[in-house]
Nanobody, 125 residues
């Protein structure tokens, strides 16, 4: 089992920055990928970014490319999502996820086995 604990959400004005953290506990050696997903009210959950733990390959949704950066600190079993130039449309509940599968597209939710409780990000105009 793997437990994920997110932190770092909050409220910010448009153009501002936030950094989300996701700490993993338990059998973290089995994790091949870590991802961030978000869900806005009335919308489906969508992939934001992902990083593969072996090699550090990263992937981003088109809507956040150039503004968000996903990174990992393997010594701390923690993944970060640095969010810059935030827009009101970034407002959502953000979820951290961990997957044991290496194959499959990074945004496939089915490839993630563990999910955090979510952290709210609110961007005002």
């Amino acid at each position: 089992q793997v437990q994920l604990v997110e932190s770092g959400g909050g409220s910010v004005q448009a153009g501002g920055s936030l950094r989300l953290s996701c700490a993993a506990f338990g059998y973290t050696y089995s994790i091949e990928r870590m991802g961030w997903f978000r869900q806005a009210p009335g919308k489906e959950r969508e992939g934001v970014a992902a990083i593969y733990t072996d090699g550090g390959s990263t992937y981003y949704a088109d809507s956040v490319k150039g503004r968000f950066t996903i990174s990992q600190d393997n010594a701390k079993n923690t993944v970060y999502l640095q969010m810059n130039s935030l827009k009101p449309e970034d407002t959502a509940m953000y979820y951290c996820a961990a997957g044991q599968a290496y194959s499959g597209y990074w945004y496939w939710e089915s490839r993630y086995n563990y999910w955090g409780q979510g952290t709210q990000v609110t961007v005002s105009s």
